[in-house]
């Protein structure tokens, strides 16, 4: 008999306990029937990890050095370091707060997979390519130093005899400088190649604690990744001009041509910005079954709910039908609240790059910047009102405003609180946006711009420049359903996603304006979208008041 089937008659699930096991949750050490995965995976709060029974991986857990016959299952948060159910109870541990040993271990596994991926895609790529380059200047010397000695012999020629002395030491000068220039390089090189070593050695014991899921080497692990992100000195050597001059035979010296020193620059290297500040991710293709990860209760009064900003991949900031303003948690905890300068309710919100909250006042025709909780109007408009508002790659802000008499409606990009561009209308004249309703906008990576305009039923897309790219109407074999935009944001894929808030669902467009697929996911009014830096959807529910995590991609 096959020895997975025999254990079966024997193993029984960890839950029900009448059902023979098949599966095993890796994350939380135990053993599921068929009928209890689903039960099990139903915790969106806890990121499982569940395969068949015979493909799960042992945990090597550690022996405990004061009780040599236990195991190390918990983790002391105090001392930092895993113990046994003996040492738990034991007075050198009293009143210590105790955690999972696996769930330790998965926040440990992850911050290493992080440490490894940025290594492999980011930082050693960086590093090879910096010795790509010195490579290549170093392949140019002969040619650039050829020259300026061909341009030493040319002038030589000229002056014959008695000009064979200095040409002579101006071949002399020329060598020296090679020969220093290819010193420095050489040294540059010897540098960003044992810092590449290092990265090298680091990457594959990485490698080898994540493949050996050892609790001890995960958790003495200790990241160095913060240190080679400052890349080393880049050397910059000038290579020198000659400036030859005509013949004069009392002053040949002088008039042979100058020759000036060897300028050598060391530039500081360059600190690249850690993994998720990055906006080149690799390809991540679209999940066929997008999932909800978390609901966030927002607590607005009469349950309208209009705007979510990602401050972080655990904290938004909200607003609603209040002038309060609040960042919140997953688990809905209240984390900081602000109310707006003028008492108004805010029309819009948007985190800028540096953490910072922005917000538009529709009634008193103002774009106000939080930074530490002070207030203070950056921008104060006349004739026209504020409605939604975005931050940008380059940090400008984009905001969409109506005119006071509703007859015209614009997008303008602010550098602080200077005017650097207006988009109103198209090559013909006519005007790109329809005024009077909800028109949410968010640049995309490819630097379009894009609006869900509700009121003329599409999605209007212009380049950086302004100028008309597409409109989107609704998915072609739609015919029966109305298509009434509202919230609207993008992705690392350049995706464009826009709520479609009376069809209870979210559409996604590839950066052209085809469309790819719906996200329902039991959405109830999906009203403000925005998008974390690994790509979680975050959906304002506009009755529900309630925000939900959407894990897509």
Not at 329 to 356: F, M, Y
Not at 407 to 417: E, L, N
Not at 463 to 476: E, I, M, V
Request: glycine fraction near 4%.
């Amino acid at each position: 008999m096959d020895p997975f089937r025999r254990a079966q008659i024997i193993l029984l699930c960890d839950l029900c306990k009448t059902a023979h096991l098949q599966s095993h949750c890796e994350r939380c050490d135990i053993n599921l029937c068929q009928t209890c995965v689903g039960k099990h995976l139903s915790d969106s709060s806890i990121r499982h990890k569940v395969v068949l029974y015979k493909y799960r991986k042992s945990l090597n857990y550690s022996t405990c050095p004061d009780h040599v016959d236990e195991l190390c299952k918990n983790y002391c948060e105090k001392c930092d370091l895993p113990v046994c159910s003996t040492c738990v109870s034991s007075s050198k541990h009293k009143d210590h707060d105790m955690s999972d040993i696996l769930e330790k271990l998965s926040a440990k596994t992850e911050s290493l997979q992080k440490d490894l991926d940025e290594l492999e895609s980011r930082i050693y790529p960086r590093y090879e390519e910096m010795a790509s380059g010195v490579q290549t200047e170093k392949a140019e010397l002969e040619t650039n130093y050829g020259k300026l000695t061909t341009i030493a012999d040319q002038q030589g020629e000229i002056l014959h005899w008695e000009i064979t002395a200095i040409v002579n030491q101006r071949k002399s000068d020329i060598q020296e400088m090679k020969i220093k220039h290819l010193s420095t390089l050489n040294k540059n090189t010897n540098e960003i190649t044992q810092k590449m070593a290092e990265l090298k050695q680091i990457m594959s014991d990485l490698k080898s604690i994540l493949k050996s899921n050892d609790v001890s080497l995960t958790s003495t692990y200790k990241s160095r990744n913060s240190e080679f992100r400052t890349l080393p000195p880049k050397v910059r050597v000038t290579v020198p001009s000659f400036s030859p001059q005509k013949i004069n035979k009392d002053q040949l010296n002088e008039m042979f041509g100058s020759l000036p020193p060897l300028s050598i620059n060391t530039e500081h290297g360059d600190t690249m910005k850690s993994s998720e500040a990055v906006s080149s991710p690799p390809v991540k293709p679209l999940l066929d079954e997008p999932r909800v990860t978390a609901a966030i209760d927002t607590g607005y009064r009469y349950r309208q709910l209009f705007s979510v900003s990602c401050l972080s991949e655990d904290q938004v900031w909200t607003c609603g039908e209040s002038k309060t303003m609040k960042l919140l948690n997953l688990q809905s905890e209240l984390l900081t609240s602000i109310q707006t300068k003028s008492g108004n309710k805010p029309h819009d919100i948007a985190v800028t790059r540096d953490g910072d909250l922005v917000y538009t006042d529709y009634i008193d025709n103002t774009i106000n910047l939080i930074k530490n909780k002070q207030i203070q109007t950056v921008i104060r408009l006349q004739g026209w009102r504020p409605l939604y508002v975005c931050c940008t790659a380059g940090n400008d802000l984009l905001v969409i405003m109506d005119s006071d008499d509703w007859k015209q409606s614009k997008v303008v990009r602010y550098s602080g609180s200077t005017e650097k561009q207006s988009i109103q209308f198209d090559d013909q004249g006519r005007p790109l946006y329809k005024s009077g309703d909800s028109k949410y906008l968010s640049e995309n990576k490819n630097l379009d711009i894009c609006v869900a305009d509700c009121l003329a039923s599409a999605v209007v897309v212009v380049n950086q420049s302004g100028k008309l790219r597409f409109r989107y109407t609704g998915h072609p074999s739609n015919t029966k359903q109305s298509f009434d935009p509202a919230g609207i944001t993008t992705d690392s894929q350049s995706h464009i996603l826009t709520a479609d808030t009376d069809n209870h669902r979210i559409h996604i467009l590839d950066q052209d304006g085809q469309f790819l697929r719906y996200i329902h996911c039991d959405l109830e009014d999906p009203f403000g979208l925005c998008v974390d830096i690994r790509d979680n959807l975050f959906v304002a529910e506009f009755d529900t008041a309630k925000v939900k995590k959407i894990q897509y991609l």
